[in-house]
């Protein structure tokens, strides 16, 4: 299963930004990064490269299913 709120979560965290930061990067609702966190929402397709662009990480990392890969990823 893809991990993609985990990641998203791990990455916002490595950066430095709060929820309310990340959210506003993108231009959406700190209510919106929430859902993705908690795996209660996923984002859209469009927004993965915005997603990817502010990570600063390609796509295929955010839908790594391996939270312990991105986290390498990161790091590297």
Do not use: C
């Not at 929820?19 to 993705?36: C, H, M, R, T």
């Not at 390609?58 to 986290?71: A, C, F, Q």
Request: aromatic share 4%.
């Amino acid at each position: 299963m893809i991990n993609i709120g985990k990641n998203i979560k791990l990455l916002r965290r490595r950066t430095g930004l709060t929820q309310s930061q990340f959210a506003e990067s993108l231009g959406i609702s700190v209510q919106d990064v929430s859902k993705w966190e908690n795996g209660k929402a996923k984002p859209q397709v469009d927004m993965l490269k915005k997603l990817a662009i502010v990570f600063g990480v390609s796509v295929e990392s955010l839908l790594d299913t391996s939270v312990e890969t991105t986290d390498k990823k990161i790091t590297n």
